[in-house]
């Protein structure tokens, strides 16, 4: 029976509350059609279809190829397959149906199959609905940054890298080979289209991620021991869920089956039309087998993250996965890093609690000097000369590669045009506007008709709604420097830990790194 929305909101509020960990989200297709406008994957094969179609019996005769004999269903996998070869024929002998995209042909070039360099072009075509979703999106934002432990998903798309700016993992082969730390990690386990080879796209694709769904299934089994799951954005019936779930039995006994069943949570979209609140317990039938969970149906996902929220963590989890993995780099390698420093300790006696271990900001840690600089440190002192006035530049370029991490994230061009010295090789710099954006903001730049005047001050005034968001739409000369200091200095203002608030820190960080290179850059030249 449907509940008010007081009634469901408040039982979930209960739920939250007896979670002993952070939950982990397991996201499926459903959340990227409701926030992109993605299509389903029979409807990203339908248009693929049509791309290669020849006559009005094209979808027809495709389809029928790949029914199942046994109960006339289309088998998705196999219909991918059975247009692969097509698509690859028709790309090879007609240049004008090819993509004209350099990074597109460069793909194909290096051995990825024409199909899958097509969908994750087509796939990096759309952006986030903020028009109508922006609240739930925020929200979403909110809870990655500050009440989820981590994001299992099955999507293609970046639109979950985007807004967690978590450290990714793509593809089994890179999850398995990898060392986790299990929290603030974003696991593509179907590939992404920044690697389009490692979709999961075709038949020969998912029996090889079938065949190797034991070793998933165990690398995944910790989680579904140790943290909440919320199923979000899949149907209850989908097949890929319901062999990882078959898999992930496969390794329990009845009492670890009895465990995870009070951790797993389905949330069903009941529809715009006559939307329905409900939770209630539901059984799954996976071939002789049952496995119990909570279902959670309704059509308003605020309402979820809302409750979600309300797990708050003490520290952002980005900042507990860099301390993880820092503790962890520091056991294995016995070396200081920038953020672990450990005094000598000779005969010390644990069970009288003589180790303390210290977790805080560098400036209010200043006794341990340089190594103590963050990369939140170096965003701040790009605006406010919070640092600079106390480390020589030469100084604080020494610091940089290791905040870097391989990713040459943090705003450099400011110490760059005070150096006497030349900077270390490790030190990576982005020497192009466009370098500090993802490939989908540049490609969809132009088609936003909801930037109504393509100025910073334009923006402020006419998208009030994450404004830091659709600035990354501007182009080089659109974008005026001092008005976008006026903007990060106001933000600052309203929130001084803007920066550690997962709604808007990726936005603040990449317009920091921008204002940076836009002030600075000639300086350094």
């Known amino acids: ?28 297709s459903g959340l990227s059609r409701r926030y992109l406008g993605t299509p389903s994957w029979r409807e990203l094969l339908d248009h693929l279809i049509s791309m290669i179609a020849v006559d009005e019996f094209s979808h027809s005769m495709y389809t029928d190829d790949a029914r199942d004999p046994k109960n006339g269903e289309v088998n998705l996998p196999k219909l991918a397959s059975v247009i692969t070869e097509d698509f690859k024929a028709r790309w090879r002998e007609d240049k004008s149906f090819r993509t004209n995209d350099p990074e597109l042909l460069k793909q194909v070039e290096a051995g990825v199959k024409p199909i899958k360099a097509e969908v994750a072009h087509f796939l990096r075509s759309f952006s986030p609905n903020y028009e109508e979703y922006g609240k739930e999106i925020e929200l979403l934002k909110k809870i990655c940054g500050d009440s989820i432990s981590g994001i299992i998903t099955t999507n293609y798309d970046t639109f979950l890298d985007d807004i967690t700016n978590y450290t990714s993992y793509i593809g089994q082969s890179e999850l398995l080979t990898s060392p986790t730390q299990g929290i603030a990690e974003l696991y593509k386990i179907h590939g992404c289209v920044s690697k389009p080879e490692t979709l999961v796209f075709d038949d020969s694709d ?135 420093q450990a005094m000598k300790l000779d005969d010390v006696d644990l069970e009288k609690g003589n180790i303390l271990v210290m977790i805080g900001r560098s400036s209010e840690m200043s006794k341990f000097g340089l190594q103590g600089i963050t990369a939140d440190d ?51 710099i982005q020497d192009s506007y466009d370098a500090f954006l993802s490939n989908t903001t540049i490609n969809t730049r132009d088609k936003k008709p909801m930037i109504v005047d393509r100025s910073v001050n334009g923006i402020r005034e006419h998208n009030s709604n994450a404004p830091a968001n659709y600035m990354q739409y501007l182009k080089e000369e659109e974008m005026n420097v001092e008005d976008l200091e006026a ?30 290179f836009l002030k600075y850059k000639k300086s350094h030249e």
């Open 1 to 28: 029976m449907t509940e008010t929305i007081l009634e469901f909101s408040t039982k979930l509020d209960e739920i939250v509350k007896g979670f002993k960990a952070p939950p982990f989200l397991f996201v499926g």
């Open 206 to 340: 998912y029996q090889n991620f079938i065949d190797k769904m034991k070793y998933l299934s165990a690398k995944l089994l910790t989680i579904f021991l140790e943290y909440p799951v919320i199923f979000l954005g899949y149907s209850i019936t989908d097949i890929n869920i319901r062999k990882i779930l078959d898999a992930i039995l496969d390794c329990l006994d009845d009492g670890k089956k009895a465990l995870i069943r009070d951790r797993l949570f389905f949330v069903e979209y009941s529809g715009d039309e006559n939307p329905e609140y409900e939770i209630s317990s539901h059984t799954i039938s996976l071939g002789s087998r049952y496995l119990e969970m909570t279902k959670i149906k309704m059509d308003d996902y605020s309402i979820l993250y809302n409750s979600v929220q309300r797990y708050q963590m003490k520290i952002p989890v980005r900042i507990l996965r860099h301390l993880r993995q820092a503790f962890f780099e520091f056991t294995i390698t016995n070396q200081p890093t920038a953020t672990v």
């Open 378 to 428: 170096i965003y701040k002192d790009i605006i406010f000369d919070t640092i600079i006035s106390r480390f020589q530049a030469d100084d604080i370029l020494t610091v940089i590669p290791k905040l870097d991490k391989g990713n040459a994230k943090v705003p450099k061009y400011k110490y760059l045009a005070s150096a006497t010295k030349e900077p270390s090789e490790n030190l990576k």
């Open 487 to 516: 903007f990060l200095k106001e933000e600052f203002s309203k929130d001084p830990d803007v920066l550690l608030k997962s709604g808007k820190r990726s936005d603040i960080r990449r317009l920091i790194r921008i204002y940076d």
